[in-house]
């Protein structure tokens, strides 16, 4: 399936989704909708799986910063944290192939999963919303999504009638590492037509921390004296990016569809290497289109495409050390049946073809050429009191190397069961099996990686990775209590890994780890709650508290990063014109470790928010943030870094923002 057959039947969705088309379809009364992991309405409190929504009133305030800083601290979740120009969302202590980042439901067609120094290509302050689902969520997805989703909506092609302009324009500045960020988006409506435009523009400096770069358990490992207690700046730390993009769209009575295309351009600097810098550049095309329709058992039609060109340059100096060039397309449809008594379905194809390719001397990955198709159908019977729902994906994966070819057919399936004992509780139980193919990486690779300073040997003879998991879900939601808690557990037959031999490349000095499959064990749990102490009028006061906690165990003893339980408390003052936060992070010890890999000391970070909305237009907002006030070394443990960089020191922020 070309890519220009792709564009093609989304330009035709486009058309004729305009005025031929009559009747309008009656939504269903749901509270707030998740759109992530089914085509069909499912609302937050009706999920038997985890998830959480970051709107764009939180992403306005959330400290600039890479896809997984900005989401690290949500329950079950951290960040690979790579210094400030790099980092991807880490879910259940699982990271890389295993978490799945989309955009408006369609993969990246980066290379960010290969390595935690590549950069995801969409940066989170271009979203309208962030979804995360924490977990299997692999039967519409595909294997990729085994451990957990990050789904970046941009609203880039807009799927309502605009009448007139409207916008958001945010403009912020940051203390600790003289950063600067200014962005905006606009709609205008003319018609039936809906034009869009936006821009991102962000820099900082080297950042401050508390402490010296390398910590003191390092030091201590490799003989070297104590490190210094001052504060300095992580050396080559500094980011400068830009995004750009534009959509257009067709909104008729019965359904939408349109286009866009986005220019991401971003340097920054990589803290373990002094002199090594790195150049992204991707431009990305999104086709997106949703059609009433009257097609046997279904009455919707959703298409969703990309099709993206991505290089990741790696400079040394002035000099072009190793260049990543990652393109392709990825395209899904998905056939949505009605509502009949609370039974809602779907049935969706997928396919996927990307060209991987690196040059250079750390080119420690061959050319490779992947494919995949898949097909998937979700279920769901909700009977007000009690429900069930399923799902049945079957796909297959092709890998096609000068080092060897690979063919994957994998099959997931899933099953649940709810109910609602009485008002405001949801009580939810879901069992999945998952199948992963092994990646380009895990099968491949043969060479040395600096970034992790790792000497890393593929095995082409891998097998699927299974998983079988099992998540039970509370939700309850009655006056002033909300509550959403999570226990959960996953047993996994050929879990990937990187064993580590204990021998060095004698070309590189890296230790030589070569890529495995074991048995392996994770169970952990999340949980949110928040109490609405006192209310008057638009004015109320609240307490919210957060914890989590992972267990990781192969064949190989612990699992390596995963990471410590932490735990979180937030008060909340809403005055009506103003809205004032408080917020205790404390982050255990983790001294659980895999072999040759070294613990990490806890911390508690102290965090205060102020945003006002003085003026009659509430539009327009001004806010004040300041983070880890208390100045704490903080170390991730999920960060191949964590020994060599620290998480940024006190930190005071600044900005405005204006809707219209």
Not at 284 to 292: L, W
Not at 520 to 538: C, M, P, Q
Not at 596 to 623: C, H, Q, W
């Amino acid at each position: 399936m070309p890519k220009t057959a792709l564009f093609a039947a989304a330009g035709v969705l486009a058309l004729i989704a305009g005025p031929a088309l009559a009747a309008d379809a009656a939504p269903r009364e749901v509270s707030e909708v998740v759109v992530t992991g089914a085509p069909y309405v499912v609302s937050m409190d009706s999920t038997t799986t985890a998830v959480n929504v970051v709107k764009r009133d939180d992403l306005d305030t959330a400290a600039p910063g890479g896809l997984g800083d900005v989401l690290s601290g949500l329950p079950g979740v951290r960040s690979t944290f790579f210094g400030p120009g790099a980092s991807r969302p880490v879910i259940r202590g699982l990271a890389g192939p295993r978490v799945l980042v989309l955009t408006n439901g369609v993969g990246m067609i980066d290379a960010s999963a290969l390595s935690p120094d590549h950069q995801v290509a969409t940066d989170p302050q271009e979203a309208e919303r962030i979804e995360v689902l924490r977990g299997p969520s692999a039967l519409a997805y595909g294997g990729s999504a085994i451990g957990g989703i990050v789904n970046i909506i941009d609203d880039r092609i807009p799927s309502k009638v605009v009448d007139g302009v409207h916008g958001r324009m945010l403009a912020s500045a940051s203390s600790v590492d003289e950063g600067q960020l200014a962005s905006a988006a606009f709609k205008a409506g003319i018609g039936d037509w809906v034009f869009s435009v936006d821009g991102l523009r962000k820099t900082g400096e080297d950042y401050e921390i508390p402490v010296g770069q390398i910590s003191r358990r390092l030091a201590a490992v490799e003989g070297l004296p104590e490190p210094e207690r001052s504060g300095t700046k992580v050396v080559n730390s500094a980011v400068e990016l830009s995004a750009y993009g534009a959509g257009v769209s067709y909104v008729g009575s019965r359904g939408y569809g349109g286009l866009s295309i986005k220019k991401t351009d971003t340097t920054y600097g990589i803290a373990a290497e002094e002199d090594v810098t790195i150049g992204l550049e991707q431009t990305r095309v999104d086709a997106q289109g949703e059609i009433d329709i009257d097609l046997g058992p279904f009455d919707k039609v959703k298409l969703s495409a990309g099709w993206a060109d991505y290089t990741h340059t790696e400079f040394e100096g002035d000099e072009v050390g190793t260049t990543f060039l990652s393109d392709g397309w990825e395209g899904r449809a998905e056939f949505v049946q009605p509502e009949r008594n609370g039974w809602q379905g779907a049935v969706g194809v997928q396919a996927l073809l990307r060209n991987f390719d690196a040059i250079g001397e750390e080119a420690l990955i061959p050319k490779t050429k992947i494919t995949e198709q898949g097909v998937f159908t979700l279920q769901r019977l909700d009977r007000d009191s009690w429900g069930v729902e399923g799902g049945l994906r079957l796909d297959r994966r092709q890998l096609d190397s000068v080092a060897g070819e690979r063919d994957f057919t994998n099959i997931s399936a899933s099953a649940g069961l709810f109910v609602r004992p009485a008002k405001g509780w949801f009580l939810g139980l879901s069992a999945s099996r998952t199948s992963r193919a092994p990646t380009e990486e895990e099968l491949f690779s043969e060479g040395a990686h600096p970034a992790t300073q790792q000497f890393e040997v593929g095995d082409a003879t891998l097998a699927k990775e299974i998983s079988y998991a099992l998540d039970a879900t509370v939700h309850y939601s009655a006056g002033p209590w909300s509550v959403d808690a999570h226990l959960f557990g996953v047993k996994y037959d050929g879990f990937i890994d990187l064993e580590a031999t204990g021998v060095d490349d004698p070309d590189s000095g890296f230790q030589i780890y070569n890529f495995v499959q074991t048995d392996a064990e994770f169970y952990g749990t999340e949980f949110e709650a928040s109490y609405r102490l006192w209310e008057d009028g638009d004015r109320n006061f609240s307490l919210e508290g957060a914890a989590d906690y992972v267990h990781g165990e192969t064949d190989l003893g612990p699992a390596v990063r995963i990471p410590p339980w932490s735990v979180t408390g937030r008060a909340v003052f809403e005055g009506g014109w103003w809205t004032g936060k408080l917020e205790l992070r404390q982050v255990g010890e983790q001294d659980r470790v895999a072999a040759f890999e070294i613990p990490t000391d806890s911390y508690r970070m102290l965090n205060a928010s102020l945003v006002m909305r003085p003026f009659a237009d509430k539009g327009l907002k001004v806010f004040v943030d300041a983070r880890n006030i208390n100045d704490a070394e903080a170390r991730e443990h999920a960060s191949f870094l964590k020994d060599l960089a620290p998480l940024p020191g006190r930190s005071f922020r600044i900005g405005a923002g204006y809707t219209f």
